[in-house]
């Protein structure tokens, strides 16, 4: 008997009433026929799949793969509209070449004056989905102008009404959301608290455990500030901020709904970024070796990271690909950034503009309530630096590519006025003097640094540097080179040197 494929496919939403859309209904078929016709059926393929787009069938192609290369002579389809949806492309390849049967329209590819009706009938499918799928963009583009939340509420979120499909607060897990807010901003590290709550058997958004990349996702939502949210594109599906048409923000929330407060909102990413000590006067995490986030992979622009006694490319560690991968030892390039760091304070003079830098970073570092709205404007210049950064990343990566591209330039507009407000802001502050006698007389940094902990004196190194690149060593064994290998980027300086 000669063989015979079966290809099953059901859409995700099935249609209330066809019940011959199950795979079990459409396999028995399949193989009533088979039987029927003197065929012995060798594999069974089956796709469940949306039906609302052209999306990638790997059983699909691989079942007409074994047509095309010969391995069965027949394959079997329940219809034409559950076996193609791109139309006459996927048909006519293998009409003459293998038998092809569909069951609901009785129709078979051996029969010539059914070949016309398969690519008809292929084409009607195509255009039926094609109709389907605009429908579909356009509905969900028109209620998320509306302000309409369209998939499962986030969490400590919930639907208030199902026409509208605005939020509210989940009272079960709103109170977390907002416990979050207020740890980070406090200083609390993402995975201290995550250990947190995972010791008090509080359950994730996932329902199991908590991590510290979920922490971070909750505090860089702009859900939480009531605002509609997209989906970046490709592996990083981090939600953005979406914008109408018109460029503007869309309210999410229902009525009276009250968001996360917003400067409580600021402070959280402030301090998660680094740019500010939380209201406990501490910084994220209790950081254990010197240069961890100074260092840059001159390879390819990585972090690195600790890795036994080496700092080595973050990248490179992860799997991803890297041209020249650093790596360097910790006790020589420590020691290397400390000498150069000695002596570049020490010989600087009392109007230079490295001097006016350390000057308002140190005012950050021994910030008390008294200069707490200085505190506040250092770090608000931080974070809109990083949030022009931002806009560049996200451009790159694609997110103004499309319909939002228009808005690109404003909101260019709009990062870099803030920036200058902020700058603005923190110079009135900046001209107050500061007394910074110990930091540049050599011998009072010296006793002040052996008696500083690992971080006080990674506070100290950051009063001058913003970034440290390292090339990979010339060869395997080569003899340290800190003069040739490494670049800093003072904080007075724009570019490395």
């Given at each position: 008997?000669?063989?015979?494929?079966?290809?099953?496919?059901?859409?995700?939403?099935?249609?209330?009433?066809?019940?011959?859309?199950?795979?079990?209904?459409?396999?028995?078929?399949?193989?009533?026929?088979?039987?029927?016709?003197?065929?012995?059926?060798?594999?069974?393929?089956?796709?469940?799949?949306?039906?609302?787009?052209?999306?990638?069938?790997?059983?699909?192609?691989?079942?007409?793969?074994?047509?095309?290369?010969?391995?069965?002579?027949?394959?079997?389809?329940?219809?034409?509209?559950?076996?193609?949806?791109?139309?006459?492309?996927?048909?006519?390849?293998?009409?003459?070449?293998?038998?092809?049967?569909?069951?609901?329209?009785?129709?078979?590819?051996?029969?010539?004056?059914?070949?016309?009706?398969?690519?008809?009938?292929?084409?009607?499918?195509?255009?039926?989905?094609?109709?389907?799928?605009?429908?579909?963009?356009?509905?969900?583009?028109?209620?998320?102008?509306?302000?309409?939340?369209?998939?499962?509420?986030?969490?400590?979120?919930?639907?208030?009404?199902?026409?509208?499909?605005?939020?509210?607060?989940?009272?079960?897990?709103?109170?977390?959301?907002?416990?979050?807010?207020?740890?980070?901003?406090?200083?609390?590290?993402?995975?201290?608290?995550?250990?947190?709550?995972?010791?008090?058997?509080?359950?994730?958004?996932?329902?199991?455990?908590?991590?510290?990349?979920?922490?971070?996702?909750?505090?860089?939502?702009?859900?939480?500030?009531g605002w509609q949210v997209v989906a970046k594109s490709g592996r990083d599906t981090t939600p953005v901020l979406y914008r109408n048409r018109k460029g503007e923000r869309v309210p999410v929330f229902a009525e009276g709904v009250e968001p996360v407060p917003a400067d409580l909102v600021k402070r959280a990413r402030r301090v998660q970024a680094g740019h500010q000590r939380g209201s406990l006067g501490t910084r994220p995490g209790v950081a254990t070796h010197l240069l961890t986030d100074l260092l840059r992979c001159a390879g390819c622009g990585a972090s690195?990271?600790?890795?036994?006694?080496?700092?080595?490319?973050?990248?490179?560690?992860?799997?991803?690909?890297?041209?020249?991968?650093?790596?360097?030892?910790?006790?020589?390039?420590?020691?290397?950034?400390?000498?150069?760091?000695?002596?570049?304070?020490?010989?600087?003079?009392?109007?230079?503009?490295?001097?006016?830098?350390?000057?308002?970073?140190?005012?950050?570092?021994?910030?008390?309530?008294?200069?707490?709205?200085?505190?506040?404007?250092?770090?608000?210049?931080?974070?809109?630096?990083?949030?022009?950064?931002?806009?560049?990343?996200?451009?790159?990566?694609?997110?103004?590519?499309?319909?939002?591209?228009?808005?690109?330039?404003?909101?260019?507009?709009?990062?870099?006025?803030?920036?200058?407000?902020?700058?603005?802001?923190?110079?009135?502050?900046?001209?107050?003097?500061?007394?910074?006698?110990?930091?540049?007389?050599?011998?009072?940094?010296?006793?002040?640094?052996?008696?500083?902990?690992?971080?006080?004196?990674?506070?100290?190194?950051?009063?001058?540097?913003?970034?440290?690149?390292?090339?990979?060593?010339?060869?395997?064994?080569?003899?340290?080179?800190?003069?040739?290998?490494?670049?800093?980027?003072?904080?007075?300086?724009?570019?490395?040197?």
């Amino acid at each position: 008997m000669q063989e015979i494929d079966l290809y099953l496919r059901k859409s995700k939403r099935v249609r209330e009433g066809e019940s011959a859309l199950t795979f079990r209904a459409q396999e028995a078929k399949g193989r009533a026929w088979a039987e029927a016709n003197g065929y012995t059926v060798r594999k069974v393929w089956a796709d469940n799949l949306s039906a609302y787009s052209d999306v990638r069938r790997p059983q699909f192609e691989k079942a007409l793969k074994a047509l095309k290369n010969g391995e069965v002579p027949a394959l079997w389809a329940y219809a034409l509209d559950r076996f193609s949806r791109k139309g006459a492309a996927d048909v006519v390849p293998i009409l003459g070449k293998a038998r092809v049967i569909f069951d609901y329209e009785g129709l078979d590819s051996v029969n010539d004056r059914d070949r016309r009706w398969i690519i008809m009938k292929a084409e009607d499918a195509r255009e039926y989905s094609a109709r389907l799928s605009q429908g579909v963009r356009d509905t969900k583009a028109r209620q998320r102008d509306e302000g309409a939340w369209l998939s499962a509420a986030p969490y400590g979120l919930r639907i208030a009404d199902k026409r509208s499909r605005k939020l509210e607060h989940d009272p079960k897990t709103w109170p977390i959301v907002l416990r979050v807010f207020e740890c980070i901003a406090s200083g609390v590290s993402a995975r201290k608290l995550a250990d947190i709550l995972n010791t008090e058997h509080i359950l994730s958004p996932s329902g199991g455990t908590w991590r510290d990349s979920t922490i971070r996702r909750i505090i860089r939502n702009p859900v939480y500030e009531g605002w509609q949210v997209v989906a970046k594109s490709g592996r990083d599906t981090t939600p953005v901020l979406y914008r109408n048409r018109k460029g503007e923000r869309v309210p999410v929330f229902a009525e009276g709904v009250e968001p996360v407060p917003a400067d409580l909102v600021k402070r959280a990413r402030r301090v998660q970024a680094g740019h500010q000590r939380g209201s406990l006067g501490t910084r994220p995490g209790v950081a254990t070796h010197l240069l961890t986030d100074l260092l840059r992979c001159a390879g390819c622009g990585a972090s690195m990271c600790v890795m036994g006694r080496s700092y080595v490319c973050n990248a490179h560690a992860s799997g991803k690909p890297c041209p020249a991968p650093a790596s360097v030892m910790r006790t020589h390039i420590d020691a290397y950034i400390v000498a150069r760091w000695s002596a570049r304070l020490s010989a600087a003079e009392p109007d230079d503009a490295l001097v006016h830098i350390i000057a308002e970073r140190w005012q950050l570092l021994t910030a008390t309530e008294a200069v707490e709205e200085a505190t506040e404007a250092l770090a608000a210049v931080r974070e809109a630096e990083a949030a022009i950064e931002q806009l560049a990343n996200d451009r790159q990566a694609g997110l103004y590519s499309g319909a939002m591209g228009k808005h690109f330039p404003r909101l260019v507009r709009e990062a870099e006025a803030t920036l200058a407000e902020a700058q603005k802001r923190a110079a009135a502050f900046a001209a107050q003097t500061i007394e910074i006698g110990m930091i540049l007389d050599h011998a009072q940094l010296g006793e002040a640094w052996e008696a500083a902990d690992i971080p006080t004196k990674r506070d100290l190194i950051r009063l001058a540097i913003d970034r440290i690149t390292v090339c990979k060593a010339p060869r395997r064994g080569a003899p340290w080179d800190g003069d040739a290998r490494v670049t800093i980027q003072w904080a007075d300086t724009e570019q490395p040197a």
